[in-house]
């Protein structure tokens, strides 16, 4: 009786963390983001602020997690044509898993294969983090991940050739320092 019981808890935990992770990845939104639909507080807000042509803005709210990888995916799916700079709006993800962190990937090598670029603004501690672990912010170069919105469009402008002053250079995200080996 007693390993049925420990059977059918084990497999209640594993049907109840599918669901939890099912539901969490449901909740997530990738959106296009434009002064229009902009939202944010003045601070993050794109209002008033000058998006360069060929750069699109999309913001990522929620779990990056299997699910709101593929709505990354349907995302790029429907634009017309992939901008030369591709912004991805981040301080709303609060986690990533593996499959987030390979969607955001696959999206910077394919843009890189057709001369387009990635940026990454405003990670959170863990999903910058797991970034660092997996080696991705290296890849991705860390020029290219940015504290915020500002930092992003100036690197923007950096990669389209419309800045030349070495003062307006954006500072990159630094990544959370390792533990030192013992």
């Known amino acids: 009786m007693l390993v049925d019981l ?20 449901e909740t997530t939104q990738i959106t296009a ?28 709210f929620g779990a990056f997690f299997f699910g709101a990888a593929d709505k990354l995916e349907s995302a ?12 991805l709006r981040m301080r709303k993800v609060l986690a990533i898993d593996a499959t987030g962190l390979n969607a955001i990937e696959e999206l910077a090598e394919r843009l890189h ?9 405003g990670p959170h501690t863990q ?3 797991a970034m660092e672990k997996a080696g991705l912010l290296d890849r991705l170069g860390r020029e290219n991940v ?25 500072v990159p995200v630094n990544a959370p320092a390792a533990a030192p080996n013992k």
Request: aromatic letters at 4%.
């Open 6 to 25: 420990t059977t059918a808890v084990q497999i209640g935990m594993v049907l109840a963390a599918i669901l939890f992770i099912k539901r969490v990845s």
């Open 33 to 60: 983001v434009d002064e229009s639909t902009e939202t944010e507080g003045s601070h993050h807000s794109l209002v008033g602020k000058l998006v360069p042509e060929g750069v699109l803005v999309f913001r990522v």
């Open 76 to 87: 790029m799916q429907n634009l017309r044509q992939e901008p030369e700079v591709l912004i």
């Open 113 to 121: 294969k057709h001369g387009k670029h990635l940026i990454l603004s």
């Open 127 to 129: 999903p910058l983090f």
């Open 146 to 170: 940015q504290p915020h919105i500002d930092a992003a469009l100036e690197r923007a402008r950096q990669i389209l050739g419309q800045t030349k002053s070495k003062s307006a250079e954006a």
